[in-house]
């Protein structure tokens, strides 16, 4: 379906893993912190949504745990190139 | 200079970093009531749900606050002296300001029955509500082995009846009910009864009475408004500002929870209880003050929460009325979904994966997501970007429609073309 194929480049973790990064959307996080307790690596997911920035921290293993533990779908994986591939 | 805000909430804190990148000397004092200043408030839900640790709910550390360079004050704003231009702290000090904003917040509305002010009734305002709850739960501790029940009463004959559909408010009482959880509808609370001075129960205006050892209300909230008493001040429910976020004193201005904004696009002026409209308001508010001229233009409000284990997105206008169970507006609540202009409902999808659009002439003007919540962000940006759906709303509004499939693909040729 159509849905499908239009929204995979935006939650497929394997293709972000080597191209892309965490992005977020501000307006819809409530800074409650849930993202960065639940970073292995003790990011500070919750203050880059706060300032909408990306999350493009060296250290990120893009490994997703925020992004699936925020409850109000804040986050999501951005791929650099992912328009353009969406549309091929 | 010195601005003087009070409210450590997310409207207070947002305005402070406003001022500062505006205004990198003038003199910034905070004062505000709650012991444990800035937090999360809507994360206090997922503290009591176990999912985070309290530790968790502050989003500063003592390094961003030294950074914004600011005073705190941990006291009580007790009036507004508006003709010193100060305020009384603490019923005693007075102090000085050349711009002030009040960023106060709302709170829940008062039970108003025989019995409120039993030990183990309680609301969730505050991080010490929250650790009250907690330290009552824990107590318990045998009740809770034992499978503690819990007993939710409505008003009305249904849950939340005037954002949702009959089919969404279903939905979520069903997951309610497979959880434990005993609805009681038309049921209208009369007075707690208490013994030696804690709650054991509640009784109900039809004579039926249910054993509790803990009653948690949430009726409704309304804008903390008493510091406004004696000042003149132009108010409805709220505080009225303009869109610079400006009380008729221009030194005076207000945001968050207890603002009631002007909204030049309806000429309205609404109250909002959402943290993302706060953020901006302080925001707005803050460079205002610091002489950046800005107006604060409200968006589709919106909203995402979880009903019942089920997360739901509410976007612009979906409902219409008034809810029986409520007094004011609700919890992460905005007035707009209630104002329901002439608009066509569409639906699909079924149970715990449904979408609910509301269709206007050429826009959509509203809606709602449970469960899947792919779409939601794209119908957050066609709704708040007035997109002209006319290409589609025949598709839409026909029977069976494959909802979110057009969608999907609308939004794809819209974004593009609005990148453009
Ligand atoms: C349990 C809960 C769940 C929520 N869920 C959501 C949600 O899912 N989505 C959403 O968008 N919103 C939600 N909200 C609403 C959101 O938290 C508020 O809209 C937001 O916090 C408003 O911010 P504010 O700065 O206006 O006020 P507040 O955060 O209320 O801050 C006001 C501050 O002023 C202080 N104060 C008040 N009077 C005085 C005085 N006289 N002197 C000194 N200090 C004073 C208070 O102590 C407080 O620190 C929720 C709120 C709660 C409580």
């Given at each position: 379906m159509a849905l499908l194929n239009i929204f995979k480049n935006n939650s497929s973790k394997h293709n972000v893993l080597?191209?892309?990064?965490?992005?977020?959307?501000?307006?819809?996080?409530?800074?409650?912190?849930?993202?960065?307790?639940?970073?292995?690596?003790?990011?500070d997911v919750r203050a880059h949504v706060w300032r909408d920035e990306a999350v493009k921290h060296s250290e990120c293993l893009t490994c997703g745990e925020c992004v699936a533990r925020c409850p109000r779908g804040v986050l999501r994986f951005a791929q650099t190139d992912l328009f353009v591939r969406s549309k091929e | 200079m010195r601005y003087v805000i009070i409210g450590a909430g997310v409207a207070g804190i947002s305005a402070v970093e406003a001022i500062r990148s505006v205004d990198s000397d003038g003199e910034i004092i905070m004062v505000s009531d709650d012991p444990y200043g800035y937090y999360s408030r809507p994360g206090l839900a997922y503290y009591l749900t176990g999912e985070l640790e309290d530790k968790a709910l502050f989003p500063r550390t003592k390094e961003h606050y030294q950074k914004l360079n600011f005073n705190f004050l941990k006291a009580r704003v007790t009036r507004i002296l508006r003709s010193d231009h100060a305020v009384l702290v603490d019923g005693k000090s007075k102090l000085v300001y050349n711009k002030l904003l009040i960023a106060v917040g709302a709170r829940a509305m008062p039970l108003g029955v025989a019995g409120a002010n039993l030990e183990g009734v309680v609301k969730l305002d505050h991080l010490a509500d929250a650790k009250h709850i907690l330290k009552l739960a824990k107590r318990g501790k045998t009740l809770l082995a034992r499978g503690m029940k819990v007993n939710y009463l409505l008003r009305g004959d249904r849950y939340w009846s005037n954002v949702?559909?009959?089919?969404?408010?279903?939905?979520v009482e069903e997951r309610l009910t497979e959880e434990g959880?005993?609805?009681?509808h038309k049921a209208e609370l009369k007075e707690v009864i208490g013994k030696k001075g804690h709650v054991v129960g509640a009784m109900l205006v039809d004579g039926r009475t249910l054993k509790c050892d803990m009653l948690a209300y949430a009726v409704g909230i309304s804008p903390c408004m008493e510091l406004m008493e004696e000042t003149n001040l132009a108010k409805d429910r709220g505080l009225l500002v303009n869109e610079h976020l400006q009380t008729t004193d221009?030194?005076?201005?207000?945001?968050g929870d207890v603002a009631q904004v002007y909204d030049p696009l309806s000429g309205k002026s609404a109250l909002d209880s959402l943290w993302s409209p706060a953020h901006e308001q302080g925001r707005v508010a803050g460079w205002n003050m610091a002489g950046r001229k800005a107006a604060y233009l409200k968006s589709a409000p919106f909203n995402v929460t979880r009903l019942a284990g089920l997360t739901t997105t509410i976007i612009g206008t979906v409902g219409r009325g008034k809810d029986e169970d409520l007094i004011g507006i609700a919890r992460?609540?905005?007035?707009?979904?209630?104002?329901?202009?002439?608009a066509i409902i569409a639906q699909s999808g079924f149970d715990v994966n449904h979408m609910r659009l509301m269709v206007g002439e050429k826009t959509l003007v509203g809606a709602i997501l449970m469960g899947d919540q792919t779409l939601s962000w794209p119908l957050q940006?066609?709704?708040?970007?007035?997109?002209?759906?006319?290409?589609?709303?025949?598709?839409?509004?026909?029977t069976d429609a494959p909802l979110a499939d057009l969608v999907a693909q609308f939004w794809m040729t819209w974004r593009t073309e609005e990148a453009l």
């Open positions: 080597a191209t892309g990064h965490v992005i977020s959307e501000s307006s819809r996080c409530v800074q409650c912190g849930i993202c960065s307790y639940n970073c292995p690596i003790g990011i | 949702l559909d009959k089919h969404e408010s279903h939905v959880v005993v609805l009681h221009l030194d005076i201005y207000a945001a992460g609540d905005s007035e707009t979904w209630r104002e329901l202009p002439e940006k066609m709704i708040a970007g007035k997109a002209d759906i006319s290409s589609i709303r025949e598709q839409i509004m026909a």
